[in-house]
Structures are given as structure tokens and as C-alpha cells.
């Protein structure tokens, strides 16, 4: 199976929009969603069953037994997230706490254990198709480790499709560098702003360390050409290659809201992702023999 | 940080416009500091512009193990949690890129055999722009988190300013927690999208958690349906202020320009949402 993951390091520059018209035009039977922190593929691509949901168990946190805390404050000393403060007793902050277990290695009095926590769900969808999303939980870390068992569940499902689709996170972070492993091709989805295009600068750093191909489009390209021109010849300065670009479409938001995508609509911005799935599919199977 | 009036910008979707309410709440304000804490894609300083006045490097202790003191009894790889150590062909080898810097090997270690040091993941810089001081943290690409940025920004910027504005990061997990933990109020930014409005819940819900007060700036309208107006009114979400999509902004913020420098009605807008949210600390 081969595997495409879209990036875009700044948000909000059409990850969503551009995963979803993937989706239909290939007709991809794997796709999944792995921006966990605000995930919103399921919204555009209808369901009709109920997904299979799982807890998502984070490292379990720790827990001070006040009956047996000695107030010796060797744990808040030790930690070094700041996740344990002393009110009235020796309290654990369950957000701040990462599991590490230094406090209970500290701690003289053995009043310290670990519990387990939910820090996020799974939900697996099967129509014929496999789309495998996730919510963490708000306020919770380790949402790379749940990156990872999002893509687990796509995988383990869907062994027999011959693509799947991973609509990724913003951002250049631990979750962004989970999805990043493992896949084939990352077209990065920039803007023509003066931020789309300093994101997508530190984006294409981030991947630099994976043997992923990645290649470059921008998405409602026509507000502002100039800005357009300067992120192609970015891309041919630097052997990136460049995709397409997407018109703005003042409809696609209203598309969005009646849970559309691009493709569902006959017009210049369907049109443009129909060339840049084309131009990505061929950069796919260049050097597959 | 002492600081009058600390005012959070989040949004849980990523590009509903944060920075841009942000860095113009800033510019509007009298004797502001900006603090961007969106480490992984920080882009306040292309609005705030100015050079750079100075720069602290931040770093995170990382394990070294040394080998001649090692016996290899593996207590550190059996302890870490984050699975950041493994023994292999007889030697302790550290994975630095999930380290999580908890120090735990260190104290398990029974030949006193792990040392620290500092690995540097990023950096603050300090700009001045007009009237507001532009703090930017910044994540090296290909580090994980950029967690402790972001508290180093909050601990070490220096008080006496009216207002604090603090730009954080898209999402809702921990890393936005600590930006917004001093905050006296959260200005959620959303745009008219189922997207947006789902997103918005999830801060919202965050908001509620550290039981802070917060309002909605609703952004890129467009006079259709909006989900993200839909949602504030059924859940009590104050609508501060509404921003309609037009090309003239899109400009603007296309090419790293305040409008409040270029708009007088947007500047007169952005001054009463400055003064709506002061009115809403006080109550």
C-alpha cells in the first residue's frame, strides 16, 4: 500500500479540504485522520455505521497517597515538570505529569503509585472503506503516540488497499513527525501568505530526516500571485516538486458546512486538484519497477 | 510575570486567524508585550516586524552515559518510561529525539555512570516593534516538543507592561495549557466552518477546565450560516467581535501588514475589543 500524508505546517491552509477531495477522486478504501488534537476529516466524509471505539491509554500518571505522604518534598524537587505542588498536601497535576515515575523512585515513604489514564479515543470506521480517526483528550501530551496507533489501526484494517490517505497536523511537532514515518509521499499544502510560506520553509526542514518524497502545492493561489510566484521558484531553487495550485473558491466553505468536499463540485478548483492528484500519483511511482 | 491585563489568543483549528488578532491587539494596545508561543510555526514577528535585540538559547538536559562506569545492569533501560534507552551489543545508547529530559536514569543509575547535558532545541528572540516588545519562540525543526519554550517565555519576560498578549499554538493538548495558564482571559478565534466550530468546542472546553473567562472573535464571515456563531450562541460565548472576509485584509495579512495601520474602522474596532475585554476582566 502506499501511503500519502498532507502536511502544511501553518494551519488552516486546506489540509482537510485537499484530503477529502483526495479521497473521492482516487476513491481511496484507507484513509485516516491524524491531526488528533483537532481532528475534522469525519465531518466532510459521511459515515453511515456507527465507528468501533477504543480508549486510547496515555502512561499512566502519578498518585500521592496522602495517608502515606511524609511532606519530605523530594518528589516536587525532582520533577521536572513541575507537576507536583504542595497545597495543603502533595497534589500530582494530572496535565502537567508525563508518567515519567521519578517521583516514585524518590520517594521515601512508597506513597506514590502510577495510575492508568485515558488520554484520548479511537474510532475505526468500516463501509467497505477503513478511515481510522482519534480525538486526544483535551489537555493531554503523547498525542504522537497516538498518531501512531491511529496509523496502526488504518494499516492493520486495510491491508488489501492499494493507497491510502493521512490528513496530517499543523504545526512541526511530535505528532506532525509520528505521521510523517513510514509514509511514501507528503505533499505539503502551503498558502500565499508571507506565514504559509515561512511554515512551509520549517515544514520541508522537519521532513528533510525521512525518506518520505514530498512536493509542494498552494491552495487559493489567486490572492496573491506574487506570493504564489515566490513559493514555485522557492521550490525549483530547491528541487522540490511542485504540484498545482487551488483557486479560491468562495463556495468551499459552504461546501464544507454541508460536509462536501472540493471534488463534489464541478468547477476550476475541482479541476485543479484533479491535476495535482495526477502529477502527485506520478511522483508516487516514479522509480517503482 | 506582573503584568496588568494578560490576554490568551487560541483557536484549536489552526489558521482562523490568531496571529492576526493577536499582533493587532498588541499594536492597539499601550505598553504591550507580545509573547509567541506558537513554537513549532511562530509568525507573529512577520506582522511585529523588527531586528533581532537578543536571543536566549533553551536547552534540556539529556543523558550521557559513561561507558567506563557502566556495567550494563540495565536498571535506566528498564526504568525510562519513554523507552529513550536501549542496550545494544553491550553498551547504554541514548535516543535523544525521545528524551523527555525527566532525569529518572540518572537517579536509578547505581554506578553514578549518567551524566547531563544541555541539547539545545530552540530559542527566544526579542524584537521591539513601536509600541510592544515581541518575544518569538522558536522549535528546531525536528525536535518534539516545544513544551519548555513556552514555559521559559512565561517565567522570564520581564514585567511592568499593560498588556500581555500571548499568541499560542493551534490545537488543544498540553502544549497550549501552558500557554494560557496566566492568562486572565481567552479571545478564541474561530471562522465560519463546521471545521472551526468543532475546533472551537474543543478550546472552549479547554477554557472552561482552567475555569478562565473568554469571548469569540469571529473571523472571515461571510453573512451565510456560521457554525462557529451558531455554537457561541447556544453555549454563552460572548461574541466580541465580528471580522468579515475581504480581499483588502487578505491583502494585508498576505503580505506580513498590521490593519489596524492601514484600516481606521478596523484599528477603531480592534481598540473596543481591547476595551470590551478589560470591561469583561473586571466583572
Known sequence: ?????????????????????????????????????????????????????????????????????ISCDLCRQNCRFDAI??????????HACEGCKVCTLVCPSDAIEMVPRVIGHLSLYKNGHVFSTAELKMGSGNSGLLVTEVKKHLYVNSKNAD??????????????????????????VSEPTISGFNDMERIIKTSEGFPAKVAVCV???????????????????????????????????????????????????????????ERSMKILNEGDN | ????????????????????????????????????????????HLFLKGPVLEAFDVDLPMP?????????????????????????????????????????????????????????????????????????????????????????????????????????????????????????????VAEPTTFGAHNLRMVHELTKVFNKPCGAVLNKTNGEEDPSRIYCMDNNVPILLDIPWRKDISDYIAEGSLVVEKDKELSESFAALLERISQEVQK
Open chain 1, 163 to 188: 493507497i491510502a490517505i493521512i490528513d496530517g497536523s499543523p504545526g512541526i511537532g511530535c505528532p506532525v513527525i509520528a505521521s510523517i514515518s513510514g509514509v511514501d509521499l507528503v505533499i505539503l
Open chain 1, 219 to 277: 491552495n487559493k493561489f489567486d490572492l496573491h500571485l506574487e506570493n504564489t510566484e515566490k513559493i514555485i521558484s522557492y521550490c525549483s531553487e530547491n528541487g522540490i516538486p511542485f504540484v498545482g495550485t487551488i483557486p479560491f473558491d468562495k463556495d468551499a466553505s459552504s461546501l464544507i458546512n454541508q460536509g462536501k468536499t472540493l471534488a463534489d463540485k464541478d468547477g476550476p478548483a475541482r479541476d485543479s486538484i484533479i491535476k495535482i492528484m
Open chain 2, 64 to 188: 550521557e552515559v559513561n561507558l567506563d562506569l557502566c556495567d550494563n545492569c540495565r536498571k535506566c533501560v528498564d526504568f525510562c518510561a519513554f523507552n529513550a534507552l536501549a542496550l545494544i551489543s553491550g553498551r547504554v545508547k541514548v535516543f535523544d529525539k525521545i528524551c523527555h529530559s525527566c532525569g529518572g536514569c540518572k537517579v536509578i543509575c547505581p554506578q553514578n555512570a549518567i551524566e547531563e547535558y544541555n541539547k539545545n532545541i530552540g530559542k527566544i528572540e526579542r524584537r521591539h516593534y513601536d509600541n510592544v516588545d515581541v518575544y518569538t519562540g522558536i522549535l528546531n525543526p525536528g525536535e518534539e516538543s516545544g513544551t519548555s519554550i513556552i514555559k521559559k517565555m512565561m517565567t522570564t519576560i520581564p514585567s511592568g507592561y499593560e498588556t500581555a498578549i500571548i499568541d499560542s499554538p493551534p490545537g488543544s493538548a498540553c502544549i497550549v495549557m501552558d500557554s494560557i495558564e496566566d492568562a486572565d482571559y481567552c479571545v478564541l
Open chain 1, 1 to 69: 500500500m502506499k501511503k500519502i500524508l498532507i502536511l502544511s505546517g501553518k494551519g488552516g491552509t486546506g489540509k482537510t479540504t485537499l484530503s477529502s477531495s483526495l479521497i473521492r477522486l482516487l476513491d481511496a478504501k484507507a484513509y485516516a485522520d491524524c491531526d488528533v488534537d483537532a481532528p475534522n476529516l469525519h465531518l466532510v466524509m459521511e459515515e453511515e455505521n456507527e465507528p468501533l471505539k477504543s480508549d486510547f491509554l496515555g502512561l499512566p500518571a502519578a498518585y500521592i497517597d496522602p495517608a502515606k505522604c
Open chain 2, 1 to 44: 510575570m506582573d503584568t496588568n491585563l494578560k490576554i490568551a489568543v487560541l483557536s484549536g483549528k489552526g489558521g482562523t486567524g490568531k496571529t492576526f488578532v493577536a499582533s493587532n491587539l498588541a499594536k492597539i494596545a499601550n505598553r504591550a508585550v507580545y509573547l509567541d508561543c506558537d513554537v513549532e510555526e511562530p509568525n507573529g
Open chain 1, 85 to 94: 505542588t504542595n497545597i495543603n498536601g502533595y497534589i500530582v497535576n494530572d
